[in-house]
């Protein structure tokens, strides 16, 4: 059975660096073509991607946030970290991350969803 | 890059069908065959509906649909039951392993 729960502190203050770790299990992404990326949905708002990471350690993210953004692995524990640096309210939102497909036999899905996680950014 | 455009609400009775349109560019929907539909009910996280413009995961019921032409993508739901009653986002490939959603559709089932 294929799961993702994302954690992460519940309130952030203005200027501060979010940590946001996503623990999967079901899958591995050393020794297969599965990535993880990480969506973000503010209350009332839609989705937004955000960032991805395979089986290399290269990131790849959103052109409006890559400057904010970083995104790595540790194989070892299944897990993906994502750091967001320079909060603001407006980063206030539901973060998930989600399992999807990669290299040729991508079929673009985000198939499988954490439940999320609600990050508050106030000072 | 901007959200894919998508209707802000669209709403039918029980057993009709509605089809709720995602429109992108030449850069993105126009591109690639890597198009996606999501259902979120309230509080929940979304759910993959469609993928690949119009294959749909096991367990989804044949009453969704998916197609494109052009630059817009669109899902269909035929039969329309109370339980459909969500929000539905698009989603594209945009290119070198990033992607875009849509800006989201309220469905209602009146």
């Known amino acids: 059975q294929v799961t993702l729960r994302e954690s992460g502190p519940a309130l952030v203050k203005p200027t501060q660096t979010l940590t946001l770790t996503c623990s999967f299990s079901?899958?591995?992404?050393?020794?297969?073509?599965?990535?993880v990326s990480w969506i973000r949905q503010p209350p009332g708002k839609a989705l937004e991607w955000l960032a991805l990471?395979?089986?290399?350690?290269?990131?790849y993210y959103s052109t409006s946030l890559r400057a904010r953004l970083a995104i790595s692995k540790d194989t070892s524990k299944n897990q993906v970290v994502l750091t967001m640096t320079n909060m603001d309210p407006v980063d206030t939102a539901t973060y998930y991350c989600?399992?999807?497909?990669?290299?040729?036999?991508?079929?673009?899905?985000?198939?499988?969803w954490g439940q999320g996680t609600m990050i508050t950014v106030s000072s | 890059q901007s959200a894919l455009t998508q209707p802000a609400s669209v709403s039918g009775s029980p057993g009709q069908s509605i089809t709720i349109s995602c429109t992108g560019t030449?850069?993105?929907?126009?591109?690639?065959?890597?198009v996606s539909w999501y259902q979120q009910h309230p509080g929940k996280a979304p759910k993959l509906m469609i993928y690949?413009?119009?294959k749909r995961p096991s367990g989804v019921s044949n009453r969704f649909s998916g197609s494109k032409s052009g630059n817009t993508a669109s899902l269909t739901i035929s039969g329309l039951q109370a339980e459909d009653e969500a929000d539905y986002y698009c989603?594209?490939?945009?290119?070198?392993?990033?992607?875009?959603f849509g800006g989201g559709t309220k469905l209602t089932v009146l």
């Open positions: 989603c594209s490939y945009l290119g070198s392993s990033t992607w875009v």
């Open positions: 030449s850069s993105d929907v126009g591109s690639y065959n890597f």
């Open positions: 690949e413009i119009t």
């Open positions: 079901g899958f591995s992404l050393s020794a297969s073509d599965m990535c």
């Open positions: 990471i395979g089986k290399n350690d290269d990131g």
């Open positions: 989600a399992r999807i497909r990669g290299g040729s036999s991508s079929d673009g899905a985000f198939d499988i």
